[in-house]
């Protein structure tokens, strides 16, 4: 950890919508859990995630812990943006950052998509309008991203972003009934700002505050 930065800043909250390209992100509300439910509903959406297809009820809650964390104030929490695209203001997938709880210079990255909207670019826009606030508002130094070795739609997604595969871990983890293979994917800073064509900040965090 470079010494010339506080220990555990706090960033400032986005502005909202954040738009890019075309999409744009905002806190999940209470009345998106409609939308939210009818793509994590779906068994081909969910085949990869933690969880099973949601029922409405498990939706209601995920919907109700997403809406109660809504920026971030400390390490460790999870930021889950939902995705507009186009006129509409429905919900049509979600991009969450996770702030790591060891290193404030670290996130990662998770996303899901409506299945009506997958294979149009759509979730490559958000997340790259989610890397964006990563490293330029955030000031992240790294951005990792963990798929089911069998997922080949997440895996093309972090390798168009730029995305570096880094480790396959072989049945490293327990879901839905069997060990599952894991690849690691990251980008740093330097390599998105590269990606990007202009520089990014070193820091814009405006307030901090010390932990030991
Ligand atoms: C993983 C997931 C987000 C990928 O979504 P996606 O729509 O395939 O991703 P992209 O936005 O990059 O779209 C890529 C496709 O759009 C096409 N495309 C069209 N216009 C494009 C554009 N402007 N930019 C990029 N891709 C574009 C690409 O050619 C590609 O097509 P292909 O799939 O036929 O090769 C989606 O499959 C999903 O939500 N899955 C379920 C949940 C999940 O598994 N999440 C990940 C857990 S680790």
């Given at each position: 950890m470079p010494s010339d930065v506080p220990d555990i800043p706090v960033p400032a909250q986005p502005a909202y919508?954040?738009?890019a390209d075309g999409v744009r992100l905002r806190p999940i509300l209470p009345a998106d859990v409609r939308a939210v439910n009818a793509y994590r509903s779906l068994p081909e959406v969910a085949?990869?995630?933690?969880?099973?297809?949601?029922a409405m009820a498990d939706t209601e809650l995920s919907v109700s812990a997403m809406v109660s964390q809504q920026?971030?104030?400390?390490?460790?929490q999870w930021l889950d943006l939902a995705v507009e695209h186009g006129?509409?203001?429905?919900?049509v997938g979600e991009v969450v950052l996770k702030w790591d709880a060891e290193n404030w210079q670290r996130g990662e990255i998770g996303f899901v998509f409506s299945s009506d909207v997958q294979g149009q670019g759509v979730a490559f826009a958000a997340c790259t309008a989610a890397l964006d606030m990563a490293f330029e508002?955030?000031?992240?130094h790294r951005v990792e991203g963990i798929c089911d070795a069998r997922n080949n739609k997440s895996a093309a997604l972090m390798t168009r972003l730029?995305?570096?595969?880094e480790a396959t871990f072989v049945e490293a983890d327990w879901s839905k009934g069997e060990w599952i293979t894991l690849r690691h994917y990251a980008i740093l800073k330097r390599e998105w700002s590269l990606l990007r064509g202009h520089d990014l900040p070193n820091t814009t965090y405006r307030t901090q505050h010390a932990k030991k």
């Open positions: 919508p954040y738009k085949r990869y995630l933690p969880h099973p297809p949601q920026n971030f104030t400390t390490p460790g006129p509409s203001a429905e919900v508002h955030f000031s992240w730029g995305m570096r595969l």
